[in-house]
């Protein structure tokens, strides 16, 4: 079981819809991260949380907007997707110590994008 | 520049073999190595990581890999692969001063009964 949960775990969306992804993780981790997957890839990174505030941005278009409520989650609001966009989302949380420390990973949202 | 090369994109074994998935790394410093597996439709587990110190590191499921500085390797072994094992494995580096990890381009194994 993983302790980074994801939902959904499954999302179907028209190009026109608004839709949101959650994370969430109870391990105390102030870190947190949004990956996008495409078959057979390793996870390109999208952004990534410092203590709630955004740190990094890939030059993510505006489409995906994150958002860090607090500590313990982490949403990815969708909007007017292409389907180039379809993918696993996945969500990560690591610890910050001045070190890498590891990266716990969700099972991910898989999106389809109609 | 900081990368990850693993040089194998599918490996096949029989079950019972051993396994040695390569991975070489690119990096100014010592390295942060991590070593995660994924199974279909799952997000990535970490099977073990290095920091500093001895440089064999065991991991989870059985999973060893042996950090070679000379050799800018840190490849992971299994004395004897189990079905299960089955799955995409992919080294990575934690890039320097930032919080992001760089992967490899992931090496897919297969077992064969």
């Known amino acids: 079981d993983t302790e980074v949960t994801q939902t959904p775990k499954h999302l179907v969306m028209g190009m026109t819809n608004k839709k949101s992804l959650k994370c969430e993780q109870h391990?105390?981790?102030?870190?947190m991260y949004w990956y996008k997957q495409k078959a057979k890839k390793p996870p390109e990174l999208m952004f990534v949380?410092?203590?709630?505030?955004?740190?990094i941005n890939e030059s993510v278009p505006s489409r995906f907007s994150p958002e860090c409520p607090n500590s313990s989650l982490l949403n990815l609001h969708l909007h007017a997707l292409q389907p180039e966009d379809s993918a696993l989302y996945l969500c990560?949380?690591?610890?910050?110590?001045?070190?890498?420390?590891?990266?716990?990973f969700g099972d991910g949202t898989r999106l389809s994008i109609l | 520049a900081q990368s990850v090369t693993q040089p194998d994109i599918h490996i096949t074994v029989s079950e019972g073999a051993s396994l040695e998935l390569r991975c070489n790394y690119s990096?100014?410093?010592?390295?942060?190595l991590f070593w995660y597996v994924q199974s279909p439709g799952q997000g990535l587990q970490l099977l073990l990581k290095?920091?500093?110190?001895?440089?064999l590191v065991q991991g989870i499921k059985g999973f060893e890999a042996e950090f070679k500085r000379s050799q800018s390797s840190f490849n992971l072994r299994k004395p004897s692969v189990h079905w299960s094992d089955a799955a995409e494995y992919f080294c990575?580096?934690?890039?320097?001063?930032?919080?992001?990890?760089?992967f490899g381009t992931g090496t897919r194994l297969q077992v064969f009964p």
């Open positions: 290095y920091f500093s110190g001895d440089t």
């Open positions: 990575a580096v934690g890039a320097k001063n930032t919080d992001k990890l760089i």
């Open positions: 949380y410092s203590y709630e505030k955004l740190s």
């Open positions: 391990m105390g981790h102030r870190a």
């Open positions: 990096y100014g410093a010592t390295p942060y």
């Open positions: 990560a949380s690591s610890q910050i110590d001045g070190r890498h420390q590891p990266q716990h």
